[in-house]
């Protein structure tokens, strides 16, 4: 998470070299986990990162 939130404050001064006047910067990490099971089974666990930045 420590480097969206990099690229998030880089974003911010961005913006503001450019003259803007109001900038939103959101950074946001999900992580989740899927476990598969078929007949009482375990076939197959899934861990998935998501991470992004919305300006």
Request: charged fraction near 30%; charge should be negative; aromatic fraction near 6%.
């Amino acid at each position: 998470m420590e480097q969206l939130e990099d690229y998030a404050d880089q974003s911010l001064k961005l913006a503001e070299g450019f003259g803007a006047e109001y900038c939103d910067v959101r950074a946001e990490h999900h992580k989740k986990e899927v476990i598969h099971i078929e007949n009482g089974a375990v076939e197959h666990i899934k861990t998935l990162l998501e991470g992004g930045i919305g300006i």
